[in-house]
Protein backbone atom coordinates (compact mmCIF):
# COMPACT_ATOMS: atom_id res chain seq x y z
CA UNK A 1 0.00 0.00 0.00
CA UNK A 2 2.86 2.32 0.75
CA UNK A 3 3.89 2.36 -2.53
CA UNK A 4 0.66 3.47 -4.05
CA UNK A 5 0.37 5.84 -1.56
CA UNK A 6 3.86 7.86 -2.16
CA UNK A 7 2.97 7.47 -5.89
CA UNK A 8 -0.50 9.18 -5.69
CA UNK A 9 0.58 12.24 -3.57
CA UNK A 10 4.17 11.99 -5.52
CA UNK A 11 4.76 15.18 -7.99
CA UNK A 12 2.39 15.91 -11.06
CA UNK A 13 3.49 12.63 -13.82
CA UNK A 14 2.32 10.76 -16.34
CA UNK A 15 -0.08 9.25 -14.20
CA UNK A 16 -1.43 12.61 -12.26
CA UNK A 17 -5.21 13.49 -12.74
CA UNK A 18 -7.74 15.06 -11.54
CA UNK A 19 -9.21 11.91 -9.78
CA UNK A 20 -6.20 11.29 -7.94
CA UNK A 21 -5.48 14.92 -6.52
CA UNK A 22 -9.04 15.08 -4.86
CA UNK A 23 -8.36 11.65 -3.94
CA UNK A 24 -5.07 12.46 -2.47
CA UNK A 25 -5.73 16.06 -0.77
CA UNK A 26 -8.91 14.04 0.84
CA UNK A 27 -6.29 11.43 2.37
CA UNK A 28 -3.90 14.40 3.33
CA UNK A 29 -6.92 16.39 4.61
CA UNK A 30 -8.15 13.24 6.96
CA UNK A 31 -4.76 12.40 8.20
CA UNK A 32 -4.23 16.17 9.73
CA UNK A 33 -7.77 16.06 11.00
CA UNK A 34 -7.41 12.68 12.83
CA UNK A 35 -4.26 13.83 14.14
CA UNK A 36 -5.30 16.99 15.32
CA UNK A 37 -8.14 15.09 16.84
CA UNK A 38 -6.16 12.36 18.32
CA UNK A 39 -3.67 15.16 19.82
CA UNK A 40 -6.72 16.99 21.32
CA UNK A 41 -8.17 13.96 22.89
CA UNK A 42 -4.80 12.97 24.25
CA UNK A 43 -4.78 16.47 26.29
CA UNK A 44 -8.34 15.90 27.75
CA UNK A 45 -8.88 15.40 30.68
CA UNK A 46 -12.62 13.85 32.33
CA UNK A 47 -14.37 13.98 35.62
CA UNK A 48 -15.17 10.15 36.33
CA UNK A 49 -13.25 7.96 36.04
CA UNK A 50 -14.29 4.96 33.75
CA UNK A 51 -13.37 1.15 33.96
CA UNK A 52 -10.53 -0.27 31.75
CA UNK A 53 -10.97 -3.33 29.70
CA UNK A 54 -11.83 -6.31 31.54
CA UNK A 55 -15.02 -8.06 33.54
CA UNK A 56 -16.31 -4.16 33.35
CA UNK A 57 -16.23 -3.51 30.03
CA UNK A 58 -17.39 -6.64 28.62
CA UNK A 59 -17.58 -5.79 24.90
CA UNK A 60 -15.68 -2.19 25.21
CA UNK A 61 -18.68 -0.38 25.55
CA UNK A 62 -17.56 1.43 28.21
CA UNK A 63 -14.22 2.55 26.35
CA UNK A 64 -16.35 3.40 23.66
CA UNK A 65 -19.00 6.19 26.18
CA UNK A 66 -15.89 7.30 27.45
CA UNK A 67 -14.50 8.33 23.92
CA UNK A 68 -18.19 10.16 23.48
CA UNK A 69 -17.40 11.58 26.70
CA UNK A 70 -14.45 13.10 25.68
CA UNK A 71 -15.50 14.13 22.49
CA UNK A 72 -18.63 15.99 24.13
CA UNK A 73 -16.50 17.29 26.06
CA UNK A 74 -14.16 19.10 23.64
CA UNK A 75 -17.07 20.06 21.62
CA UNK A 76 -15.75 23.65 21.61
CA UNK A 77 -12.42 22.30 20.29
CA UNK A 78 -13.03 20.80 17.37
CA UNK A 79 -14.50 23.88 15.02
CA UNK A 80 -16.72 26.08 14.71
CA UNK A 81 -20.21 25.40 13.79
CA UNK A 82 -20.89 22.48 15.79
CA UNK A 83 -23.94 22.47 17.62
CA UNK A 84 -25.46 18.68 17.15
CA UNK A 85 -23.53 15.86 17.89
CA UNK A 86 -25.01 12.09 17.17
CA UNK A 87 -22.88 9.13 18.27
CA UNK A 88 -23.13 5.80 17.95
CA UNK A 89 -21.65 2.80 19.89
CA UNK A 90 -22.53 -0.91 19.68
CA UNK A 91 -22.09 -3.79 22.23
CA UNK A 92 -22.50 -6.72 20.39
CA UNK A 93 -23.03 -10.32 21.47
CA UNK A 94 -26.78 -10.81 22.33
CA UNK A 95 -27.64 -13.00 19.98
CA UNK A 96 -27.88 -15.35 22.65
CA UNK A 97 -29.48 -19.12 21.18
CA UNK A 98 -27.84 -20.56 24.69
CA UNK A 99 -27.34 -20.41 27.85
CA UNK A 100 -29.40 -16.64 27.62
CA UNK A 101 -28.96 -16.59 31.61
CA UNK A 102 -24.95 -17.09 31.54
CA UNK A 103 -24.43 -14.53 28.88
CA UNK A 104 -26.56 -11.79 30.05
CA UNK A 105 -25.18 -12.29 33.60
CA UNK A 106 -21.58 -11.34 31.70
CA UNK A 107 -22.85 -8.64 30.10
CA UNK A 108 -25.47 -6.76 31.55
CA UNK A 109 -23.00 -5.52 34.83
CA UNK A 110 -20.85 -3.94 32.24
CA UNK A 111 -23.46 -2.27 30.22
CA UNK A 112 -24.95 -1.06 33.47
CA UNK A 113 -21.75 -0.02 34.98
CA UNK A 114 -20.66 1.86 31.69
CA UNK A 115 -23.86 3.87 31.05
CA UNK A 116 -23.76 4.77 34.89
CA UNK A 117 -20.11 6.21 34.38
CA UNK A 118 -21.24 8.16 31.22
CA UNK A 119 -24.48 10.00 32.83
CA UNK A 120 -22.60 10.76 36.06
CA UNK A 121 -19.49 12.44 33.37
CA UNK A 122 -21.93 14.35 31.27
CA UNK A 123 -23.83 15.45 35.00
CA UNK A 124 -19.88 16.40 35.68
CA UNK A 125 -19.80 18.63 32.55
CA UNK A 126 -23.14 20.32 33.04
CA UNK A 127 -24.72 18.85 30.13
CA UNK A 128 -27.46 16.55 31.66
CA UNK A 129 -30.43 18.63 29.74
CA UNK A 130 -28.08 19.07 26.28
CA UNK A 131 -27.56 15.07 26.10
CA UNK A 132 -30.27 11.99 24.99
CA UNK A 133 -28.72 8.46 25.30
CA UNK A 134 -31.12 6.01 22.97
CA UNK A 135 -30.76 2.49 23.54
CA UNK A 136 -31.84 -0.06 20.55
CA UNK A 137 -31.87 -3.35 19.38
CA UNK A 138 -32.96 -4.66 16.21
CA UNK A 139 -35.28 -7.15 17.26
CA UNK A 140 -37.04 -8.63 19.86
CA UNK A 141 -36.19 -12.16 21.87
CA UNK A 142 -38.78 -14.97 22.75
CA UNK A 143 -39.72 -14.90 26.00
CA UNK A 144 -39.81 -18.71 26.32
CA UNK A 145 -36.49 -20.42 26.15
CA UNK A 146 -35.51 -22.90 23.02
CA UNK A 147 -33.91 -26.54 24.15
CA UNK A 148 -30.35 -24.71 24.90
CA UNK A 149 -31.65 -22.42 27.53
CA UNK A 150 -31.34 -19.75 24.96
CA UNK A 151 -33.48 -16.92 23.15
CA UNK A 152 -34.88 -17.05 19.72
CA UNK A 153 -35.19 -13.87 17.23
CA UNK A 154 -39.15 -12.69 18.04
CA UNK A 155 -40.23 -9.20 16.90
CA UNK A 156 -41.72 -7.03 19.69
CA UNK A 157 -38.97 -5.68 22.57
CA UNK A 158 -38.68 -3.24 24.49
CA UNK A 159 -36.09 0.18 24.47
CA UNK A 160 -35.36 2.79 26.72
CA UNK A 161 -34.21 6.66 26.38
CA UNK A 162 -32.83 8.99 28.90
CA UNK A 163 -32.17 12.76 29.39
CA UNK A 164 -32.50 15.85 30.93
CA UNK A 165 -35.14 16.59 28.91
CA UNK A 166 -36.61 13.72 28.64
CA UNK A 167 -40.43 12.87 30.88
CA UNK A 168 -38.98 9.72 32.12
CA UNK A 169 -40.49 7.12 34.44
CA UNK A 170 -43.43 6.02 31.38
CA UNK A 171 -43.77 3.52 28.67
CA UNK A 172 -44.25 5.08 25.43
CA UNK A 173 -46.66 2.60 23.79
CA UNK A 174 -48.69 -0.53 25.09
CA UNK A 175 -48.02 -2.78 27.68
CA UNK A 176 -48.28 -6.55 26.95
CA UNK A 177 -51.73 -7.27 28.50
CA UNK A 178 -50.73 -11.02 28.92
CA UNK A 179 -47.73 -13.13 28.00
CA UNK A 180 -49.82 -16.00 27.46
CA UNK A 181 -50.32 -18.03 24.38
CA UNK A 182 -53.65 -17.34 23.62
CA UNK A 183 -53.08 -13.57 23.64
CA UNK A 184 -53.61 -12.50 20.23
CA UNK A 185 -50.67 -10.21 20.92
CA UNK A 186 -48.74 -13.36 21.15
CA UNK A 187 -47.62 -15.17 18.02
CA UNK A 188 -45.74 -18.13 19.77
CA UNK A 189 -43.35 -18.54 22.43
CA UNK A 190 -43.30 -14.96 23.19
CA UNK A 191 -43.21 -13.18 20.06
CA UNK A 192 -45.11 -9.85 20.70
CA UNK A 193 -46.45 -8.25 17.94
CA UNK A 194 -45.07 -4.27 18.22
CA UNK A 195 -47.89 -1.61 19.38
CA UNK A 196 -45.52 1.10 18.76
CA UNK A 197 -43.39 1.68 15.26
CA UNK A 198 -39.45 2.06 16.16
CA UNK A 199 -39.92 5.28 14.00
CA UNK A 200 -42.32 6.66 16.96
CA UNK A 201 -39.48 6.74 19.28
CA UNK A 202 -36.95 9.28 16.87
CA UNK A 203 -40.28 11.31 16.41
CA UNK A 204 -40.18 13.29 19.63
CA UNK A 205 -36.09 13.62 19.50
CA UNK A 206 -35.90 14.75 15.83
CA UNK A 207 -38.24 17.75 17.56
CA UNK A 208 -35.62 18.03 19.80
CA UNK A 209 -32.83 18.50 17.88
CA UNK A 210 -34.56 21.35 16.19
CA UNK A 211 -36.02 19.38 13.08
CA UNK A 212 -39.57 21.16 13.08
CA UNK A 213 -41.25 21.35 9.85
CA UNK A 214 -43.40 18.82 8.89
CA UNK A 215 -41.90 17.79 5.78
CA UNK A 216 -38.92 17.87 7.22
CA UNK A 217 -39.56 15.86 9.62
CA UNK A 218 -41.01 13.35 7.09
CA UNK A 219 -37.65 13.09 5.07
CA UNK A 220 -35.83 12.23 8.09
CA UNK A 221 -38.34 9.91 9.06
CA UNK A 222 -39.99 8.17 5.98
CA UNK A 223 -41.91 5.83 7.75
CA UNK A 224 -43.06 8.56 10.13
CA UNK A 225 -47.01 8.69 9.28
CA UNK A 226 -47.39 4.90 9.09
Known amino acids: LRSFLEAIHADSDDNSGLFGNVWSQTFVDMWNKTDSLA ?9 TSFPTPGRTDVGGIASQLKLIAQLINTR ?9 DVFYCEMGGY ?3 FQVGTIMGNKLPSLNHAVATFWAEIKAQGLENSVTVVQGSE ?6 PN ?3 GSDHAWGGNYFMFGGDVKGGKIMGEYPKSFSESDPMNIGRG ?3 PT ?11 QWMGITDQDEIEYVLPNSQN
Do not use: M, P, Q, V
Not at 39 to 47: E, I, M, S
Open 39 to 47: GLLRGTGLA
Open 76 to 84: NERGNGINR
Open 95 to 97: DAH
Open 139 to 144: FGRTIS
Open 147 to 149: SNK
Open 191 to 193: RLI
Open 196 to 206: TSWDALFYGLT
